[in-house]
């Protein structure tokens, strides 16, 4: 079965500020790769994703992920946080086969507040 | 348009209840989905119709009792619901059943008094 780690919880940022949110996987064939945020409020919206090609994805509102497949990450980056990027950031896995094939698993979440 | 609805937004129900959350999507996605969302907690996945079958159950009680009448509908049937069930119940579609995107709706918050 696949899992997904996210490193914080909480991060707390000013404005202007960049943004990593750390995302781990373990799994042990090939997955599609997403991030998705909750705002407060609102429900689940994609950010960015990753199937294939160049690791190096780029996402609405400035958001960007690099995939690197030999540390089974996924993190997510922003070169200047606004305060309306406060929300809630879900990276989840989706594998391309075997017995977790279609079953989208979530990490935990990372609440990101970023202060005016 | 990506959108998914569900409705109700809110439902309160006794644990002898019988009530119904609904879902609708118009994108032609064949594959459907219901989560289960706890607070503080990501979502997990409940059930997945592909082509309007049921494709994937994940070991959840009978007292969730899903059906997909159409491509376009999704209905989650409740039953004898417990206190522990109260959570917020999202939709997702997504345009082939697999590791494609999915697209979510804005969840139905459920209370099991």
């Known amino acids: 079965a696949q899992s997904v780690s996210q490193h914080n919880h909480h991060v707390i940022l000013s404005e202007a500020a960049s943004l990593e949110l750390g995302c781990n996987y373990s799994?042990?064939?090939?997955?599609?790769l997403f991030w998705y945020v909750q705002y407060p409020g609102q429900h689940l919206q994609l950010l960015l994703k990753?199937?294939?090609?160049?690791?190096l994805v780029k996402g609405i509102k400035g958001f960007e992920a690099e995939f690197i497949k030999s540390k089974f990450s996924f993190n997510l980056r922003k070169p200047s946080v606004q305060w309306s990027d406060t929300a809630e950031y879900f990276c989840?896995?989706?594998?391309?086969?075997?017995?977790?094939?279609?079953?989208?698993?979530f990490g935990q979440g990372t609440i990101l507040t970023v202060q005016p | 348009d990506t959108e998914v609805t569900q409705t109700p937004k809110h439902l309160v129900m006794g644990m002898t209840n019988k009530k119904s959350l609904k879902c609708e999507q118009h994108?032609?996605?064949?594959?459907m989905y219901w989560y289960k969302q706890k607070a503080k907690k990501p979502p997990e996945l409940m059930f997945v119709?592909?082509?309007?079958?049921?494709?994937i159950n994940e070991s959840v009680p009978s007292r969730f009792s899903p059906e997909c009448p159409n491509s376009s509908l999704l209905n989650l049937h409740l039953h004898a619901l417990q206190p522990e069930d109260s959570a917020l119940y999202l939709c997702?579609?997504?345009?082939?059943?697999?590791?494609?995107?999915?697209?979510f709706g804005p969840g139905t918050r459920l209370t099991v008094l």
């Open positions: 997702a579609s997504s345009r082939l059943a697999g590791p494609d995107t999915q697209y």
């Open positions: 799994y042990g064939g090939t997955v599609n």
């Open positions: 990753y199937f294939s090609g160049d690791p």
């Open positions: 989840a896995v989706n594998a391309q086969g075997g017995t977790s094939y279609g079953k989208l698993t």
């Open positions: 994108m032609g996605h064949r594959a």
């Open positions: 119709y592909s082509y309007e079958k049921l494709s």
